[in-house]
């Protein structure tokens, strides 16, 4: 009878998966880098609410001092409701220059949402009190705005600039929704903002779209077409 050593029926040791490294927090230096490139000031350019069934898309522009930058600012993702809230007033109180700006459902319609999102961070940046010569902006699509422009992919979690326009950004949808869930009420907007969540689409299947619905976006369509 065949007999097998111990050496050959010892388990091969299972290599260790290696730790995740932590994730950095935002800095100035794309700014720095920029500054010297372009020799004037410079933006963050981010957006929020590209992806919802219903609501506007939003976009914030932030100039920051960068001897004064608030403390915490980060991916607007990564915070909680209500720590945006509370950044959101120290960056428009301490930063050099800051602007909203919305494109509505109508528009996102009429030019689709990527057209629709420039034109979001257009308003944004011509609302700001100083312009800038350069914008950083989240993402990898080169938007035409009105300053040169260069493209972050993850900008958000990398430019202390583009995260405080997110933190803009993504306070001034979530009022608008809110306001905008006492003008249908129903939906739900409050809680889910706009987006796909048991709650909407229970409320479109019972109530149809409503005129803050984005009604070219394929679940609205086919209930529209049922």
């Known amino acids: ?33 920029l500054i010297q490139s372009c020799g004037g000031l410079v933006c963050g350019v981010d957006e929020a609410g590209r992806g919802p069934w219903a609501g506007p898309v939003s976009a914030g522009a932030v100039i920051l001092h960068h001897d004064d930058p608030p403390e915490g600012i980060d991916d607007s993702k990564a915070l909680t409701p209500g720590r945006r809230e509370a950044l959101e007033i120290e960056i428009k109180a301490r930063a050099l220059a800051w602007g909203v700006g919305f494109a509505s459902v109508e528009e996102i319609a009429e030019l689709n ?50 995260a405080a326009a997110s933190i803009l950004a993504k306070t001034a949808r979530d ?25 909407h689409q229970e409320a479109l299947r019972t109530l149809g779209p409503c005129p803050a619905h984005r009604r070219g976006w394929a679940p609205i369509r086919a209930l529209l077409e049922a």
């Open 175 to 199: 009022r608008l929704m809110i306001a905008m869930d006492a003008e249908y009420p129903g939906y739900g907007f409050a809680s889910h903002k706009g987006y796909n969540a048991p709650l």
């Open 1 to 33: 009878m065949k007999t097998v050593s111990k050496t050959s029926a010892r388990a091969k040791p299972v290599a260790k998966t290696p730790p995740k490294a932590a994730r950095g927090f935002p800095t100035l230096a794309l700014e720095r880098v």
């Open 113 to 162: 949402i990527l057209q629709a999102t420039g034109l979001a961070m257009c308003r944004a940046i011509e609302a700001m009190a100083v312009q800038p010569v350069a914008a950083l902006v989240d993402g990898n699509y080169r938007f035409k705005l009105p300053c040169d422009v260069q493209t972050v992919v993850g900008g958000d979690g990398l430019s202390l600039s583009i």
